[in-house]
């Protein structure tokens, strides 16, 4: 992989994450203002987690001594908890992020760096699936109505 395909790479990366972190504190003040505290909780960490994530990636461009990238993608808002879950759910299966984030990985022999910071978004995007998973399956189980009273707060 080239310099500048390792800047573009990272530059999408942040954007995204950038964005993604953004949506993620909305939903956590739609959630809160529900009275969904525990999941509005959880918006709140994934919130923090891509920011940071977005963080690393610019501060790698610049390392690099590339420019880094302003930017949004357009996110979509859920007042609905499940609403979210399933686009989550579907947002793994449809950009398989994991797995372009392995074959980028492959290409990274001569930078180390690099490499281990796009291994650890690997690590949380896999626990991140996990929860997704973990939450899902509990619905799917008690029913949504159920899992909603789980979620408000005390």
Same mark, same amino acid.
């Given at each position: 992989?080239?310099?500048?395909?390792?800047?573009?790479?990272?530059?999408?990366? +942040?954007?995204?994450?950038?964005?993604?972190?953004?949506?993620?504190?909305?939903?956590?003040?739609?959630?809160?203002?529900?009275?969904?505290?525990?999941? +509005?909780?959880?918006?709140?960490?994934?919130?923090?987690?891509?920011?940071?994530?977005?963080?690393?990636?610019?501060?790698?461009?610049?390392?690099?001594?590339?420019?880094?990238?302003?930017?949004?993608?357009?996110?979509?808002?859920?007042?609905?908890?499940?609403?979210?879950?399933?686009?989550?759910?579907?947002?793994?299966?449809?950009?398989?992020?994991?797995?372009?984030?392995?074959?980028?990985?492959?290409?990274? +022999?001569?930078?180390?760096?690099?490499?281990?910071?796009?291994?650890?978004?690997?690590?949380?995007? +896999?626990?991140?699936?996990?929860?997704?998973?973990?939450?899902?399956?509990?619905?799917?189980?008690?029913?949504?109505?159920?899992?909603?009273?789980?979620?408000?707060?005390?």
């Amino acid at each position: 992989m080239t310099l500048e395909e390792k800047i573009k790479m990272l530059n999408d990366y +942040a954007v995204g994450w950038y964005s993604s972190s953004q949506a993620d504190y909305i939903h956590e003040a739609i959630f809160r203002a529900q009275g969904f505290v525990k999941f +509005a909780d959880r918006c709140k960490e994934e919130g923090d987690e891509e920011l940071e994530e977005a963080r690393k990636c610019t501060a790698r461009v610049v390392s690099l001594g590339g420019q880094p990238a302003i930017g949004y993608v357009e996110q979509p808002l859920f007042c609905e908890i499940k609403d979210l879950l399933k686009d989550w759910d579907d947002g793994f299966r449809e950009f398989k992020g994991v797995e372009r984030m392995e074959n980028e990985i492959a290409n990274l +022999a001569d930078d180390s760096i690099t490499r281990k910071l796009l291994e650890g978004f690997i690590e949380c995007e +896999a626990e991140h699936r996990a929860w997704v998973a973990q939450h899902m399956g509990i619905i799917e189980r008690i029913g949504y109505e159920n899992y909603l009273t789980l979620q408000l707060g005390d």
